[in-house]
């Protein structure tokens, strides 16, 4: 499809630092997995992949939203291994990658991706202080060309990324207990006088 942007959401990883399948951890009343998910919704992509391990039950969710379930069987392969997964399925000439355990991309956000991408035919990054890095929109031909395994994602194709800000915090992913504890501890109510 010449131009359009398909949705490749990456939940294959071991989770080896948070002990469990983090993704099917609650987060203010559903699974992680979900968060991205809701994110994503109402949007018109013409093609919906997750790239997963098993069916999870979490996974179960996208597949009633439209989603492609894509196995990775072998976990070790990385993040360059689930994109390269969802690169082999895409029938876009662009994928919108997004990680499974990153639950505080707001909708905005993605529609500022998308708005950079409109004018732009290269990789478009979210940036924060310190970070660049998915969500991003990169061309599927360039994924393809990354070697097939390896966590250093697709930070070749990110150096010349056009940019898109956000804020640290939305950018903040899932690797360990203490992370998710954080993110589910409800705010400290505000002293009288503090804004």
């Known amino acids: 499809m010449s131009g359009a942007i398909a949705v490749a959401v990456l939940g294959a990883g071991l989770a080896t630092r948070f002990g469990s399948d983090k993704l099917a951890a609650p987060l203010h009343g559903r699974p992680l997995a979900h968060h991205v998910l809701a994110a994503l919704a109402g949007f018109d992509w013409p093609q919906k992949l997750l790239v997963c391990r098993g069916a999870p039950d979490w996974s179960r969710a996208y597949a009633q939203a439209g989603f492609t379930l894509l ?13 390269h997964r969802a690169a082999q399925a895409a029938t876009c000439e662009r994928l919108l990658i997004c ?3 990153m639950p505080q991309v707001p909708r905005a956000h993605l529609q500022a991706l998308l708005d950079a991408a409109r004018d732009w ?14 969500p991003a929109i990169l061309p599927v031909a360039a994924l393809r060309g990354l070697p097939a395994t390896g966590d250093e994602g697709a930070r070749p194709l990110l ?13 903040a992913d899932i690797d ?19 804004r």
Request: a positive charge; charged letters at 20%.
């Open 159 to 171: 150096q010349q990324a056009r940019q898109v800000a956000g804020e640290s915090a939305w950018f």
């Open 121 to 134: 035919p290269g990789a478009v990054a979210s940036v924060a202080p310190g970070y660049r890095g998915p």
């Open 176 to 194: 360990r207990t203490g992370d998710l504890e954080r993110l589910a501890a409800p705010m400290a109510p505000r002293q009288a006088g503090q």
């Open 99 to 101: 990680l499974a355990d």
């Open 71 to 83: 196995q990775l069987p072998d976990a070790s392969a990385g993040l360059r291994g689930s994109m």
